[in-house]
């Protein structure tokens, strides 16, 4: 029986430091990724772009397109940049503001598109996006659906005081105004206790004031503690079903942090319940190639210092049942890396050759976080 194996043929840098949570698209004009200066929406984040016209060899100069509004504190992205089948770029992200005393948890969330119609160039004033959802995160790129509907994943707080769930929104005016299509994850008691809880920084203080310097520490790792589902990719699959890989914090009581997958055969209106992939991950991304396999990029889940962090991929079957052992992206610095927030936010991108282009960040020596790109080779194994 033939399998898919995957193997990195190159890599290189996209982007230098400061910059994290790639998206990327390919245009008729070249390639094009939106990246993040800071974690979390610590304050003075901003969103850019850069654009290479010779599939990653060589890039053009970085381009701001988002910053704090006036009262806010951070422009904030996470993969999400879609081409849609107009030639429309868009590129959603969030608008911070931080509440003193009150933490990562207490940060008010909006929702924000800019557009670009000319392959990333230039890009449209931003956009805000109304919707009944107490606080919606960004995160995955959005599906364009041949009936000309448009999905878009997201997490967050459904209501106040609520845990973390998946969701999906749409919009039948191409992305003019939203509605809440569905919910595709959620547990109502989901909790993560113990030690990776116990290290994380919330960003709360005796003072009040977060020390927002500490994301430039190796050690640093941000922590929500609302717990629950939250990052989320959707792939449509060659049947036409969709299918959610969902990252999670405690659901169902579980500590290791395991992916979770979804299943709608209504595009997206219903989900099958949640059921735990074989094994563990962060910001996870997937994507369906030309072939119809699966490629699934995530952080690696470090426990314990005995597992190195990274980022790794798998090849999943056309249908999300069966995945590959993973295969470590290389970081093109070859740094030590000593924590898993230190890296991860996979993002894929077809080459064109058959190959995968996929950015993710990672930290140079000096602990400063860039994005890098790997080529990747899918062949197949007798």
């Given at each position: 029986?033939?399998?898919?194996?995957?193997?990195?043929?190159?890599?290189?840098?996209?982007?230098?430091?400061?910059?994290?949570?790639?998206?990327?698209?390919?245009?008729?004009?070249g390639?094009?990724i939106?990246?993040?200066?800071?974690?979390?929406?610590?304050?003075?984040?901003?969103?850019?772009v850069?654009?290479?016209?010779?599939?990653?060899?060589?890039?053009g100069?970085?381009?701001?397109?988002?910053?704090a509004?006036?009262?806010?504190?951070?422009?904030?992205?996470?993969?999400?940049?879609?081409?849609?089948?107009?030639?429309?770029?868009?590129?959603?992200?969030?608008?911070?503001?931080?509440?003193?005393?009150?933490?990562?948890?207490?940060?008010?969330?909006?929702?924000?598109?800019i557009?670009?119609?000319?392959?990333?160039?230039?890009?449209?004033?931003?956009?805000?996006?109304?919707?009944?959802?107490?606080?919606?995160?960004?995160?995955g790129?959005?599906?364009?659906?041949?009936?000309?509907?448009?999905?878009?994943?997201?997490?967050?707080?459904?209501?106040?005081?609520?845990?973390?769930?998946s969701a999906?929104?749409?919009?039948?005016?191409?992305?003019?105004?939203?509605?809440?299509?569905?919910?595709?994850a959620?547990?109502?008691?989901?909790?993560?206790?113990?030690?990776?809880?116990?290290?994380?920084?919330?960003?709360?203080?005796?003072n009040?004031?977060?020390?927002?310097?500490?994301?430039?520490?190796?050690?640093?790792?941000?922590?929500?503690?609302?717990?629950?589902?939250?990052?989320?990719?959707?792939?449509?699959?060659?049947?036409?079903?969709?299918?959610?890989?969902?990252?999670?914090?405690?659901v169902?009581?579980?500590?290791?942090?395991?992916?979770?997958?979804?299943?709608?055969?209504?595009?997206?209106?219903?989900?099958?319940?949640?059921?735990?992939l074989?094994?563990?991950?962060?910001?996870p991304?997937?994507?369906?190639?030309?072939?119809?396999?699966?490629?699934?990029?995530?952080?690696?889940?470090?426990?314990?210092?005995?597992?190195?962090?990274?980022v790794?991929?798998?090849?999943?079957?056309?249908?999300?049942?069966?995945?590959?052992?993973?295969?470590?992206?290389?970081?093109?610095?070859?740094?030590?890396?000593?924590?898993?927030?230190q890296?991860?936010?996979?993002?894929?991108?077809?080459?064109?050759?058959?190959?995968?282009?996929?950015?993710?960040?990672?930290?140079?020596?000096?602990?400063?976080?860039?994005?890098?790109?790997?080529?990747?080779?899918?062949?197949?194994?007798?």
């Amino acid at each position: 029986m033939n399998r898919p194996a995957l193997r990195v043929i190159g890599s290189g840098v996209a982007m230098d430091a400061p910059s994290m949570f790639p998206g990327s698209v390919v245009t008729p004009s070249g390639i094009v990724i939106a990246y993040s200066t800071v974690p979390d929406g610590w304050p003075g984040g901003t969103v850019g772009v850069r654009r290479s016209a010779d599939g990653a060899r060589s890039w053009g100069e970085a381009q701001i397109v988002a910053r704090a509004a006036p009262g806010e504190d951070a422009a904030l992205g996470a993969l999400g940049l879609t081409r849609l089948r107009d030639g429309r770029l868009l590129l959603p992200y969030n608008a911070v503001t931080w509440q003193p005393g009150q933490g990562v948890e207490g940060c008010i969330l909006t929702l924000r598109l800019i557009e670009s119609a000319d392959d990333g160039r230039t890009w449209s004033a931003p956009m805000p996006v109304a919707i009944d959802f107490h606080r919606p995160a960004v995160y995955g790129d959005m599906l364009d659906l041949s009936d000309g509907e448009l999905l878009w994943p997201v997490w967050g707080q459904y209501r106040s005081g609520e845990r973390w769930r998946s969701a999906l929104l749409a919009s039948r005016d191409r992305g003019r105004t939203w509605t809440v299509k569905s919910t595709i994850a959620f547990d109502p008691n989901a909790r993560l206790t113990g030690t990776y809880v116990d290290k994380g920084d919330t960003g709360r203080t005796d003072n009040g004031v977060a020390d927002f310097s500490r994301h430039d520490d190796p050690d640093f790792r941000p922590h929500n503690a609302t717990d629950g589902f939250n990052e989320t990719s959707v792939v449509q699959l060659t049947d036409g079903r969709l299918l959610a890989i969902l990252r999670q914090q405690g659901v169902d009581g579980d500590q290791q942090l395991a992916l979770f997958a979804a299943y709608s055969a209504d595009t997206g209106a219903t989900w099958t319940a949640y059921e735990r992939l074989g094994f563990s991950g962060m910001s996870p991304a997937v994507v369906r190639t030309a072939g119809g396999h699966l490629l699934l990029g995530s952080r690696r889940f470090v426990a314990d210092k005995s597992i190195e962090p990274g980022v790794e991929v798998r090849v999943g079957a056309a249908g999300g049942g069966a995945w590959s052992e993973p295969v470590a992206l290389v970081d093109p610095f070859a740094t030590k890396l000593t924590g898993e927030y230190q890296c991860g936010y996979p993002a894929f991108t077809p080459a064109g050759d058959g190959t995968w282009l996929v950015f993710f960040y990672s930290c140079r020596p000096d602990g400063a976080r860039y994005i890098a790109w790997n080529r990747l080779e899918i062949a197949t194994d007798a």
